[in-house]
Structures are given as structure tokens and as C-alpha cells.
């Protein structure tokens, strides 16, 4: 995660320390969620031709060289 300020990595773990592990949970989804949504997006303006099942096939492509093979 990239942080503006030397301070705000500090304010940012103090307020994860606040939140309940349900929290922190349900913040893990939302983010994993946006990453996905914006990956998504990303791959709309750079294939602007592209249908969405041709997107979707790309998505998956790409993330399937992601996955770890190790589990």
C-alpha cells in the first residue's frame, strides 16, 4: 500500500487496530473487491472493442497467472 505522508502508514494500522477482526475482515473484502473492480476497468480502457465476455476471458486469463500454484 502506497502512503502520501511518512505519518499516514501510522494512522492507518492505529485505526485497523480499532476495528474488530469482523471489521477488518469485511474492509479485506471491500478491498479485495475495489482491486478487482479496478483491474476490471482497466482492462475496459485499454480493449475499449472488447465485449464484456471477452474482458471476462482476459480477466481470468491474467489472473489465473496470478494464482499460486503452491496451495
Known sequence: M???QPDDRK?????LKR????????KA?????????LFIHGLH????NFSNEE?????LE???KCHNRNY
Do not use: D, H, T, V
Open 55 to 59: 474482458i471476462k476471458k482476459i480477466y
Open 29 to 37: 473484502f471491500e478491498l479485495s473487491e475495489f482491486a478487482k473492480q
Open 62 to 64: 491474467r489472473l489465473e
Open 2 to 4: 502506497y502512503f502520501q
Open 45 to 48: 480502457k485499454r480493449f475499449p
Open 19 to 26: 476495528m474488530s477482526p469482523e471489521e477488518r475482515l469485511l
Open 11 to 15: 494512522i492507518y494500522l492505529q485505526i
